[in-house]
Nanobody, 122 residues
């Protein structure tokens, strides 16, 4: 069984940096050909892909978020993380970590974490 679990703060203030961690069990995050993605869903809106780190450590980001987003991993802990800097209320969303097959041109999203609510408010 592949399981993912997000953790991090639920409340943020504007201008702070959001840090979330996804803990993975059931598979090593370096296993070919898995890709490890962050996706969010603002209230009343659809899912927004934020970025991904591949099994080889290669990262890709949404163009709209690239300047503020960093995805990294700690393979010894089988975790990958998201940092989103300079948050605003528009960053309020449910944040998901997810995994699936990762290739050169696209990824899939087979397994999902439960999601974690992040609210940005002063």
């Amino acid at each position: 069984q592949v399981q993912l679990h997000e953790s991090g703060p639920g409340l943020m203030k504007p201008s702070q940096t959001l840090s979330l961690t996804c803990t993975v069990s059931g598979v090593s995050i370096t296993t070919k050909y898995y890709a490890w993605s962050w996706i969010r869903q603002p209230p009343g809106k659809g899912l927004e892909w934020m970025g991904v780190i591949g099994f080889d450590g290669t990262t890709y980001y949404s163009p709209s978020l690239k300047s503020r987003t960093s995805i990294s991993w700690d393979t010894s802990k089988n975790q990958f993380s998201l940092e989103l800097s300079s948050v605003t209320p528009e960053d309020t969303a449910v944040y998901f970590c997810t995994t699936g097959w990762g290739g050169s041109y696209f990824v899939t999203y087979e397994y999902w974490g439960q999601g974690t609510q992040v609210t940005v408010s002063s």
